[in-house]
């Protein structure tokens, strides 16, 4: 167990409307991420964070901001929602495990967003 | 060609049987490689990374072609356990994993 929960875990909004996604860590760890999986896509980022008040886009960045203000918190905002963004979101943290050092990530149970 | 390409299934399988999934990737710059596995409305679980030596754990064996950037799970003596989509996952040059859509598997009795 990660120790990695994510809120709300459903929530249905409506087109324009601002939301906020909350992914909490317990264990410290420097690098949190936020992906959002749709059929025929899988899973693909939107934003990471590298510490606190550092963040960088990823693949899928339009529509979305993010904010680290602590090291266990990283949020995910639609400033004004659209239909588009209907997907399962889920935060992922990074580690270190195994020989050689290799980084893997664990996730967040996710949280299912509709738009309508 | 897509970053990371999987064979989307089903496979259909009996219990006891082997089965195989395959996965290219395009940037013959990865480093890291890891199988996922995801249960259906569940998040992404590691199953095991991959290792240039091939590794193995339990009735999971990996395996990882550099030359032809090919990546391959065996599973033996399939469980109804076993069922759910399998992630085959790159390592980005950001740091993000970068996910093939997912081979569906499907053990019945």
Redesign the interface.
């Known amino acids: 167990d990660a120790g990695i929960t994510q809120s709300p875990r459903h929530k249905v909004t409506e087109t324009g409307t601002p939301v906020t996604l909350r992914c909490h860590q317990t264990e410290n760890h420097r ?1 949190m ?1 936020w992906y959002r999986q749709d059929p ?6 939107i934003h ?1 964070s ?1 510490g606190v008040k550092d963040t ?1 886009k ?1 693949e899928v960045s339009d529509g979305y901001s993010v904010s680290r203000s602590k090291t266990e918190d990283f949020l995910l905002t639609l400033e004004s929602a659209t239909s588009s963004q209907t997907s399962v979101y ?1 935060c ?1 943290i ?1 580690e270190e ?4 050092r ?9 949280t299912r967003l509709l738009v309508l | 060609r897509k970053e990371v390409e999987q064979d989307p299934g089903p496979f259909n399988v009996p219990e006891g049987a082997t089965v195989a999934f395959n996965c290219t990737y395009s940037n013959s710059a990865s480093q ?1 490689f ?1 199988w996922y596995r995801q249960d259906c409305r ?5 199953l095991m ?1 991959v ?1 240039s030596s091939g590794n193995e754990d339990g009735r999971f064996t990996a395996q990882l072609n550099r030359a032809s950037q090919y990546i391959s799970l065996l599973i033996r003596d399939s469980k109804l356990s076993d069922s759910a989509t399998y ?1 085959c996952v790159v ?2 040059s ?4 970068i ?4 081979t569906k598997l499907s053990v019945k009795p």
């Open positions: 690098y991420y025929g896509h899988g899973l693909r980022l990471y590298y960088d990823g889920f992922a990074s495990v195994g020989r050689g290799r980084e893997t990530q664990y996730f967040g149970p996710g | 890291s890891f569940k998040e992404p679980k590691l990374s290792y992630l390592k980005g950001q740091g993000n994993l996910f093939g859509k997912g």
